[in-house]
């Protein structure tokens, strides 16, 4: 058997030396893939994360507006309700007030007779006579009164006749008023605030 020369225990040792080197290359190069294949790993979990935050944001500007919408229906519903009770308080109170006023009324319009007859007897009283002075101070002390309670005399003598004040007791020709003129009264009519309290008994031109 003959012997190699020793140039080619050089060139084994060489390409050894090749062999060795390109298996460390190699496995350099293996060493490194997983990390650009993290870096890429990595990379789409950014992004996936990234679409995952806008839509998850969305959901809540979503969520957000529809809980707006609520609030102000909410609020509506609430002005509508607050705007319902005022206007009930309101016609509450109004009623309240006219309740009072007829009671107020019903009650004054029984002492109207009681002025209808100082006033005949006024009417009627004899001259420089100290009762008849003392019966007036009283008939205007009771006007007083009706009068702090909203309670005033119509004044319906020369006024055109009017059904919703005035109540007739006759038609007859009158030289001083024209047809349809109330040219007397015969019981004075009364007004409690804007209501009629008792009409007047009236006669009405011809």
Known sequence: MKHLPNNSNLYFQGKTKINYRREYESMHEKKKKPEEQGQEIHSDDGEKA????????????SNLSEAQAKVQEYLDALQRERADFMNFRRRTEQEN?????????????????????????LAHRPADDVWASGIELVYRKFLSILEAEGVTR???????????????????????????IVSAVIQQGYMHGDRVLRPALVKVAQ
């Open 50 to 61: 990234h679409q995952a935050l806008e839509l998850e944001i969305e959901v809540l500007k």
């Open 97 to 121: 007030a006219l309740v009072g006023r007829v009671a107020s009324g019903q009650t004054i319009k029984k002492f109207l007779t009681g002025v209808d007859d100082l006033e005949r007897a």
């Open 154 to 180: 119509m004044q319906a003598e020369g006024q055109i006749f009017n059904p919703e004040l005035h109540e007739a007791i006759s038609q007859e020709p009158s030289e001083k008023y024209e047809s349809g």
